[in-house]
Every structure is written in C-alpha cells, then in structure tokens.
C-alpha cells in the first residue's frame, strides 16, 4: 500500500481492483487534521465557529489567526478605515463575508486594499466560509472578513 499525502489529504493507493486492468487503482480519501490551521467548521444566522470556537460577532480569519478586534457591526456600518485594517495582514484576497445575503460595498471603501493589489470578493457569510476553506486548502495566502 501506497500513501501519498496532497495538500493535507492523504491518499491510499490499494493494489489493482482487477487482474485483467493492472492499471486501475482504488484510491481513499481521507482528511489529514494534523494542520494547525484555521478552517470554518460551522456557520449559522449570527455565528461562525472556526476550529470548534464560536463567534458571535465580526471577526477575521487567516489561516494562522482569528482577528475578534475587527469592528463593524453589520454591512452599513463599513467604512474606509474597517478596511485599511485589513491592509495591516496583507492577503492576497480578502473574502467579504457580508452576512445572510450578498452585498457590495462601495469601491471607495476599499481603494486602499485595490490599489495594494489585494483582491476583494464580497459574497453572502456561508460562501465565504467555504470559499476561504477551499483557498486556504490551496496555500493561498486568503482573509476572510465575516460580519455578523
């Protein structure tokens, strides 16, 4: 048996599922949790919980550290200075979770991060949970800002 480990899932290659196709493998799937990074685990009207904690109020997510300093109590209260925050932990991409639906803010709002060549994706909180999951799978260097 073979163990092949790709970006904290191990995989299990068994020997060939028959003698007349000696080139087909089974392959298992299963999770590697030995990663100390920071994955949502549950999402809900009003919560978020990241690696078994929950947060019931705004926070951001990087896959090394929970920010409950960030501030802003729901999408109109955002302002240029919400957002020169996120400027100080320098991701590639920020994923706007913008509560049970999606909103965009005002690009003024975020000229700073644009302008620093951080991408900004706006999207409903649930989708950005999964979202930042799939990202920070990958290595990518992704915040998620979740308002709640």
Not at 39 to 51: D, M, P
Not at 132 to 141: F, G, H, Q, V, W
């Amino acid at each position: 048996m073979k163990l092949l480990i790709a970006k904290g899932v191990i995989l299990t290659e068994h020997t060939p599922v028959s003698k007349s196709s000696k080139r087909r493998t089974r392959v298992k799937l299963h999770l590697n949790t030995s990663i100390n990074q920071n994955i949502f685990t549950a999402c809900g009207a009003g919560y978020v919980t990241v690696n078994g904690q929950c947060f019931n109020q705004s926070i951001v997510v990087t896959p090394e550290q929970v920010f409950n300093d960030w501030n802003p109590q729901d999408f109109d209260a955002l302002t240029e200075i919400h957002f020169a925050y996120l400027l100080t932990i320098r991701p590639e991409i920020i994923l706007l979770g913008t509560g049970p639906r999606q909103r965009f803010p005002h690009p003024r709002l975020y000229h700073q991060l644009t302008a620093a060549g951080i991408g900004v994706e706006s999207m409903d909180t649930p989708a950005a949970c999964r979202t930042y999951n799939i990202l920070m799978s990958e290595d990518r260097k992704v915040a998620a800002a979740i308002l709640l």
